[in-house]
């Protein structure tokens, strides 16, 4: 039990020292059924809602030793031959049957994925001259909009910063000077 929470403490303190960290999921289904043989198989193919063809397909699938009804239907604009849109109509009506029938085992895959590259920290200090990139600096919610100063595109910026007791907010001014990164040039 010890060694339980060294590790959850450990793994905190690396999740809280990077920047940017991403949670991906992945969630997959399989199943085990295999239907063994098709029996009075019915296709019929009808006029679709949207102008184009549909094809229905009922039959009895042996599945083991019993026996099971599978349903499926497929549409198309009617320009595919019709055995096509009937087989991917009877493909549909055995993943239903198997859906239906089998136990399906899930298996369910997380990974945290954290990245702490230098350029998408925070800077902590934008006085006049400090440079990085633009997702850097906290944009203005006031002035969005990029605006041109001495041949420089350029950009109003917020910055927090703690003065005697208390948090005061600045406004300032970045410009673009290379590729994708940014000057800070004022701040008031």
């Not at 809602?49 to 497929?74: L, Y």
């Not at 085992?105 to 990974?111: D, G």
């Not at 927090?160 to 948090?167: E, K, Q």
Request: glycine letters at 8%; hydrophobic letters at 40%.
């Amino acid at each position: 039990m010890l060694k339980l929470s060294i590790l959850t403490v450990g793994l905190a303190a690396t999740i809280a020292q990077a920047d940017q960290c991403v949670l991906q999921e992945k969630t997959v289904s399989r199943s085990a059924v295999v239907i063994a043989e098709r029996g009075d198989v019915r296709a019929e193919v009808v006029p679709g809602f949207s102008g184009g063809r549909k094809c229905m397909v009922n039959f009895r699938a042996r599945i083991g030793a019993e026996w099971h009804t599978a349903f499926g239907e497929h549409e198309w604009s009617g320009d595919r031959p019709r055995e096509e849109a009937c087989g991917a109509a009877i493909k549909r009506a055995e993943d239903s049957v198997r859906e239906r029938v089998g136990r399906s085992q899930v298996i369910s895959e997380k990974a945290l994925i954290c990245n702490d590259n230098p350029d998408l920290k925070t800077l902590r200090q934008t006085n006049p001259g400090t440079i990085g990139e633009l997702a850097q600096f906290r944009p203005h919610p006031d002035r969005p909009r990029e605006f041109w100063h001495n041949g420089a595109p350029c950009r109003f910026f917020l910055d927090s910063a703690y003065v005697r007791n208390d948090i005061r907010t600045f406004e300032g001014v970045i410009c673009k000077v290379h590729n994708s990164k940014w000057v800070v040039v004022d701040k008031f």
